[in-house]
């Protein structure tokens, strides 16, 4: 792929990313204002959740697409993207947490939104520590992990009803479209980092 179709590529994504942030704040405004009993579990936390992931979501690939050129240039507003983006992801994944204990889809679903809001919370800290001691190349490596996993919230939105019009029941549904989308987010992820290794060596 040339530079001017990756960069396309890229805002593109990064375009597809702020629409669907824009979903998941309406659906946050909608639960804080509803009158009457939302259909969610523990709505203060599911609010905490939408907001949090959308911001995450504009935050991280947006700080994807401009490193590395643009923001070593910029400094500043790359300690900032990261700041927005790591306390994003920190609430999002800790009201996951809560709002998996309450979400009603049987233990094999509540230990499936668990286990993403962990690995997210995991590999957001990474990123975090690494960068602290200096390690840059790892910072970069959790970073690219951990905005993938803000991802989960796009696909698990189209793999969940596609399971659910193929017949699958609500217990099985939702932990294996939660499953199906760590496991796609964090292979694209691993392909990514693979590329970058590449293109690293050839220059």
């Given amino acids: 792929m040339s530079g001017r179709a990756r960069t396309t590529a890229t805002w593109l994504g990064v375009g597809a990313c702020a629409v669907y942030a824009a979903f998941a704040f309406d659906v946050g405004v909608d639960v804080l204002l509803s009158a009457d009993a939302p259909a969610r579990s523990a709505p203060p936390l599911f609010v905490l959740h939408a907001f949090g992931g959308g911001i995450a979501l504009v935050a991280g690939p947006l700080q994807l697409a401009l490193a590395p050129r643009v923001l070593a240039r910029a400094p500043r507003l790359h300690r900032v993207l990261g700041r927005v983006y790591v306390g994003a992801a920190c609430v999002t994944a800790v009201a996951g ?17 668990a286990a993403w809001a ?3 919370l995991g590999t957001t ?11 840059i190349t790892r910072h970069r490596a959790w970073m690219v ?3 993938a996993l803000s991802l989960v919230f796009a696909v698990f939105s189209v793999v969940q009803p596609a399971l659910l019009d ?13 499953l199906c989308s760590v496991a796609l987010v964090l292979a694209c992820s691993r392909i990514g980092l693979r590329g970058r290794a590449v293109a690293a060596a050839w220059q």
Wanted: glycine share 12%; proline share 2%.
């Fill in 97 to 113: 947490l809560g709002t998996a204990v309450a979400f009603d889809v049987g233990l094999a679903g509540t230990l499936a939104f």
């Fill in 118 to 120: 962990l690995l997210w």
């Fill in 125 to 135: 800290s990474a990123a975090l520590v690494a960068v602290r001691r200096g390690r």
């Fill in 145 to 147: 992990r951990s905005v």
């Fill in 166 to 178: 193929a017949g699958l029941g609500r217990a099985a549904a939702y932990p294996l479209a939660v």
